[in-house]
Structures are given as C-alpha cells and as structure tokens.
C-alpha cells in the first residue's frame, strides 16, 4: 500500500481544519517528524482516536488563539 493513501482521512481532516502535521503533533506531545511517519503506518483504533481528539484539541487551541 502507498504509505501516503494510509490514513487518508486523518489527513484530510488535518486540511479540512487547516491544521499543520505539527500543531496536531504537539497536542500529542511528538516531534512532528515522529507524527508524519506515524501517518504512515496502520494504526490501531485506540491511536487513531487520539490523532482524532488531538486534531479536535488542535483546532480549539488554534480558535482560541485567534480570537
């Protein structure tokens, strides 16, 4: 499988909230290096619900910040 097509949808929500790789990656404590390889791979349901809090938190922190 093409490692960019895993984990497609995670990434389109990434863009669809216009979040960076690392802005979610710092709500999940990673380098953002780390976060992008781990895009990579398949992830267990129980990581991909964390990456989907942490973009969630992401956005918050990044609307909050606007205001």
Do not use: C, G, H, W
């Not at 802005?23 to 791979?41: G, I, Q, R």
């Not at 964390?50 to 973009?55: F, M, N, Q, S, V």
């Amino acid at each position: 499988m093409n490692p960019l097509r895993t984990n497609l949808d995670l990434r389109n929500k990434i863009v669809e909230y216009n979040l960076f790789y690392y802005e979610v990656a710092d709500v999940l404590n990673m380098k953002p290096s780390n976060f992008s390889v781990m895009l990579k791979t398949q992830l267990t349901e129980l990581k991909r619900n964390k990456i989907l809090e942490a973009i969630e938190e992401a956005s918050r922190r990044k609307e909050q910040k606007n205001e």
